[in-house]
Every structure is written in structure tokens, then in C-alpha cells.
């Protein structure tokens, strides 16, 4: 296998945006070279099998969408109150939403895992650990709401990304922005004693 | 167009099985036929062309999870508390989750209409529909929670389904039932004064 980092990655956001725009039936080694703009064969100098592109496909899309520390260093700066929380909840939904071909390619590797046990393993393992890393990093921050609060803004946020990139005039911009500040104010509304 | 309206309607079934089995990309008049195990040529009579064997399908599937008039019926009867719109959520995810082809041929067809602006507004104006289904049943039935708590309920279960039906091993059902609890406790609160 080939090592070099810079190409292995490029012929990963290859695959992303093959895996976006055909689906995970249209990828192929040959679909991969043909998009990175690599001569043929340099996909299977790097990759063992079709299913090693699949899964390393997602871990990449997960790798780009990582902020920043300068956002993370923000979100721990100042009150850590609702209008906070809501304010780094627009963040998260416009950085994945600015990548639309990650956030489509997931969905399009979720629908294959249906039909492959190991990829579903390996991106059960993927969610999860972003789900924990969110919940960690939400109880560090001394934001308001409890783990529950994190998983159910996960949920709802996930599916509002979903209509803005597949159905994009369902809700308008203004829509969309107020459902994520209802989201946060209830969800993670303690009830006044 | 041939007219029986079983016959269409089994078509339609076998698309949507075609679509959630093997996506938008494998779906020809060929291929509905094969699976409907019916002589090749019958879906050519039906629809004029794939984009219409497309929509209708996605209009099958709404056609297909209506609930039954037992069931709306109950949404009305007895206490509307929180209690009672819990077991209604609950019962629109079973209902959702026991027919897994329709929702992933739903998700097929989304990913579709990132390529195809007329099935993206076909599909926009169905789900608005159901939207405003779901708002318009919920105004009526007197059940706490304002539109946004639907709006809101409807984004976060539509993830849990996805959830459920393509990492199923992600939440445990004990999981899932806790969550869709919290969401329409949080979601429908008014804060205290």
C-alpha cells in the first residue's frame, strides 16, 4: 500500500464526492481515479478493496468536519448560557451544511450499511464516538442541558441539515434559524421549580 | 395508460422496494417489472417514464403509512396530556419503522432530488403536506405542544427512525423509548413564569 498522506486523502474526498453524486453503487477504483484526476490504478495502490474506500470514505468526512480550535476555544469563552449553546448550534449546522457532498455521502454509506454488516459496525463505532466526543465536550463546557439535551439537539439538528441540503425550500433561512433557538431553549429547559 | 388500480398499486410497491433495496439509480421500468413478477412491458403501461414511477412512489409510500381511523381516532379520545402524545409518538414510529422500505426509499428518493429539480418539488410540496397534516391534527386534537413542538418532534423522530433503521445497534430500544419521552416532555414545556 502506498503511504503518501496528501494523495491518499485527495482520493478520499474523491470518493466523497463520488459517493454525493452516484451513490455507493457508482463507486468503483476506476470511479475514484477518474475524480481525483489520478492516473488509473493509483486508487488500488492505496486501498485493499472496494469496502476499505467505504469506510475510510466516512472517517475522512468526519475528519473535515472537525472545527477549528479557535471554535472550539469560543465555545468555552464567555457566559456559557442558551444564547451561547444556540449560537454554537448555528455554527455546527452551517459548518456541515457548507459540506454538503460529506453530509450526503454519510447518509449515502448509512443506506449501504442496510446491506453490509461491516460497514454498519464500523459506522455505528464512527456515530457513537462523535456522539460521546459531543456529550463530553458539551458537560466540559458548562453549558446549559444534560446529556439527553445533546442527543436530542443531535436528532433534530441532523434532520433539519438533511431538509436543507435535500429539500432546501421546505423552511426558509428565517425558519430555520428560529427552529434551532426553540430547540435549544426547550430542550435544554430545566422546568422552574 | 392502463387504469387497474391493484395492479398500479402493486407497480408501486415493487418500485419502492427496487428504490429502498437498490436506489434511485437502479430503479427502471425493467427492473419494477422483475420485482412485481409481472411480464415485461407491464410497467410501460402505467407510467409514461421513470420520473413518473419516481414521485409516485414517494406518493405511495405517504399513501401507505396513513394511519388507520382506529388509530387517529384515539389520538382524540381520553386525557390530552403529555402521557397520551408520547404513546401517539411512539406509536407513528412503530408505524414508520415497520415499513423500512417505504422510509429508506423516501431517503432514496431525497438523495435523488439533489439532482433532479422536479422531484425536489414534488417531494417539497408532499412532506409540506404532511407537515401541515401532523400541525393541523395536533391543533385539533388539544394535545399540549404549540406547532413549533411539532415541527420540532418531527425532526428529531425522523432521525431516530433513520437511526434505527440503518445503525440499529447505535441506541438500545430502552434508549429510543426514553428519548422520544424526553423530546415531548421538553419539546411541548411552557416554561414556568
Same mark, same amino acid.
Given at each position: ?20 453524486d452516484? %451513490? ?17 490504478? #493509483? ?11 467505504l @469506510? ?6 468526519y475528519?473535515? *468536519? ?6 472550539l476555544?469560543?465555545?468555552?469563552? %464567555? ?5 451561547k449553546?444556540?449560537? &454554537? ?16 455521502a454519510? &447518509?449515502?454509506?448509512?443506506l449501504?450499511?442496510t ?5 454498519? +459496525? ?22 446549559? %442541558?444534560?446529556? #439527553? ?13 438533511? +431538509?436543507?441540503? @435535500?429539500?432546501?425550500? *421546505?423552511? #426558509?433561512?428565517?425558519?430555520r434559524?428560529?427552529l ?5 431553549d ?8
Amino acid at each position: 500500500m502506498r503511504r503518501n498522506p496528501e494523495r491518499r486523502a485527495a482520493l478520499l474526498d474523491a470518493a466523497i464526492e463520488v459517493l454525493a453524486d452516484d %451513490g455507493a453503487r457508482g463507486l468503483t477504483f476506476r470511479s475514484v481515479d477518474r475524480r481525483a484526476g489520478v492516473p488509473a490504478g #493509483t486508487a488500488s495502490n492505496y486501498f485493499a478493496n472496494r469496502e476499505e474506500i467505504l @469506510t475510510q470514505a466516512g472517517e475522512r468526512v468526519y475528519e473535515r *468536519l472537525v472545527p477549528d480550535e479557535a471554535v472550539l476555544a469560543a465555545g468555552l469563552a %464567555g457566559p456559557r448560557d442558551r444564547a451561547k449553546l444556540a449560537e &454554537l448550534m448555528h455554527e455546527v449546522v452551517e459548518r456541515v451544511a457548507a459540506f454538503p457532498a460529506g453530509f450526503l455521502a454519510l &447518509l449515502e454509506l448509512r443506506l449501504e450499511a442496510t446491506r453490509r454488516p461491516e460497514l454498519r +459496525e464500523v459506522l455505528t463505532r464512527r456515530v457513537r464516538a462523535d456522539l460521546d466526543a459531543n456529550t463530553g465536550y458539551h458537560e466540559q463546557s458548562g453549558l446549559p %442541558g444534560d446529556s #439527553t439535551a445533546v442527543v436530542s439537539l443531535w436528532l433534530a439538528l441532523n434532520w433539519l441539515i438533511l +431538509e436543507r441540503l @435535500t429539500l432546501p425550500d *421546505l423552511f #426558509t433561512p428565517e425558519q430555520r434559524h428560529a427552529l434551532v433557538v426553540a430547540l435549544v431553549d426547550r430542550l435544554t429547559g430545566q422546568p422552574q421549580p
